[in-house]
């Protein structure tokens, strides 16, 4: 309790008191366990990251926020971690990603002013890049032997590579074929995927058989025609 006396300038004096209390904060001690590791080729929605375990001790209403980074790292100083607007709830959609990103939980008792001891276990969403494969014929011709053949190359993702084309073959160049048309499934080392075709052209080598012949050797005195 404290009390106050007020003295104004002609001497006349009024007494108050008032008392407060202090509740000292009792935060959490677990900031429980969250689930939700995914991993998908490309851009994806994700699954909603659920609660497998609440936080407990201290004593209270509990206090959500999420927070993401790029990298699977402690979160303490400045190292990345982002906190995320109205993320206040036990369970947390992470929407539409574009890019791999890892998540945690913390969680503190209503009236505490800090999170300490109350992060969960780091979770992380990993989207890979997607390979992309582009085919290329060569058409046979008298130039080549009529050897038709067609080749795939693959960028992006992440190598090694696979290949699987319609016609049983697994290397990145097929060739003798036939005329038609050639699919390919390549796979990287992710198990991204990504198709092509092309089509191959045979045009028959019709050549000369006989080179034929020429006039006899001629000869004169002087110049002549």
Do not use: H, K
């Amino acid at each position: 309790t404290y009390s106050v006396t007020v003295t104004d300038a002609n001497g006349c004096v009024g007494t108050c008191s008032v008392t407060v209390t202090t509740t000292p904060c009792c935060n959490v001690t677990f900031g429980g366990t969250i689930e939700g590791e995914q991993e998908s080729c490309g851009p994806f929605d994700p699954d909603v990251l659920t609660s497998v375990a609440p936080a407990t001790g201290g004593l209270g209403d509990l206090e959500y926020v999420w927070m993401w980074n790029t990298e699977n790292v402690p979160n303490y100083g400045n190292n990345g971690w982002v906190m995320i607007p109205n993320s206040n709830t036990e369970t947390y959609d992470p929407g539409y990603l574009t890019e791999s990103r890892c998540f945690l939980r913390c969680v503190r008792r209503v009236g505490c002013n800090t999170f300490l001891g109350g992060e969960s276990n780091i979770i992380c969403i990993t989207v890979n890049p997607e390979p992309v494969a582009e085919c290329t014929p060569t058409n046979g011709t008298c130039a080549n032997g009529n050897v038709a053949s067609a080749s795939v190359t693959a960028t992006g993702g992440t190598a090694p590579y696979t290949y699987a084309w319609s016609n049983g073959a697994t290397t990145a160049t097929i060739s003798n074929l036939a005329e038609g048309t050639y699919s390919v499934v390549v796979t990287d080392a992710n198990g991204c995927t990504d198709d092509c075709s092309t089509s191959v052209t045979i045009t028959p080598c019709c050549d000369v058989t006989d080179p034929g012949s020429i006039a006899a050797s001629q000869s004169g005195c002087g110049p002549f025609d």
